[in-house]
């Protein structure tokens, strides 16, 4: 309301919902139509005569699809995929970590960069504080540890407890629900009475019947 305008947001968390968003970069393989023919000659003063314009056919489809590329499709096989997430582990000597300021403000970056650890100085206060930690090298800690905001390496979760509920994935608006089979949105699946339009907003009520259906 603020804007008198609909501003709608998007996550992306799949390559699907990308490649609805960003779909040029997904299209068809490359397309070059090449045509050769011999020019219409139109009496005598056209001696190079003149060539046929077809506006339709120069629309046609002439890409070609490899075997190799025709069967990944065909087999729906991913089209975007990461195999190793990559963590930069900082190395330097003591007091000598680099440290990223803007012009005039060189000392208060001093001042934070102080009082944050590193990757290599909070591992060394890891060891000092876990003993179970020193069994890993520094460039293993990540595998067992993250490292957090502040400064401070925090051990992964190996198990935990979760609350035996179903989980449905469903969408908010139609362009995200156009990733989802059948375009699942939250009022079409839990039938609820909110209303879609472009000028809704969410102003449902704690208390209401509408947030209990929610």
């Not at 008198?4 to 990308?18: G, L």
């Not at 005039?104 to 060394?124: C, H, I, S, V, Y």
Request: glycine share 4%; hydrophobic share 40%.
């Amino acid at each position: 309301m603020k804007y008198n305008a609909h501003i709608n947001v998007e996550i992306c968390a799949t390559v699907k919902s990308i490649k609805y968003l960003f779909k040029y970069i997904f299209k068809e393989h490359d397309c070059t139509n090449i045509k050769l023919q011999r020019p219409v000659q139109e009496g005598a003063a056209a001696a190079q005569g003149t060539l046929e314009w077809d506006e339709i056919k120069e629309h046609l489809d002439a890409r070609y699809v490899s075997a190799p590329v025709a069967a990944w499709r065909l087999f729906e096989f991913p089209l975007h995929d990461k195999s190793h997430a990559i963590i930069r582990l900082a190395i330097h000597l003591l007091n000598q970590q680099p440290i990223y300021f803007t012009e005039g403000n060189e000392r208060q970056a001093l001042e934070r960069a102080a009082m944050k650890d590193t990757t290599l100085t909070a591992w060394f206060k890891l060891n000092s504080k876990n003993p179970d930690a020193r069994q890993y090298l520094y460039h293993d800690i990540p595998q067992h540890s993250v490292f957090e905001h502040n400064g401070t390496w925090k051990q992964r979760l190996q198990s935990g407890n979760v609350i035996g509920v179903h989980v449905m994935t469903v969408a908010w608006t139609g362009m995200a629900a156009s990733s989802l089979p059948e375009g699942r949105t939250v009022h079409s699946r839990f039938k609820l009475p909110a209303p879609i339009l472009e000028t809704s907003i969410s102003s449902i009520r704690p208390n209401s019947k509408e947030a209990e259906e929610f």
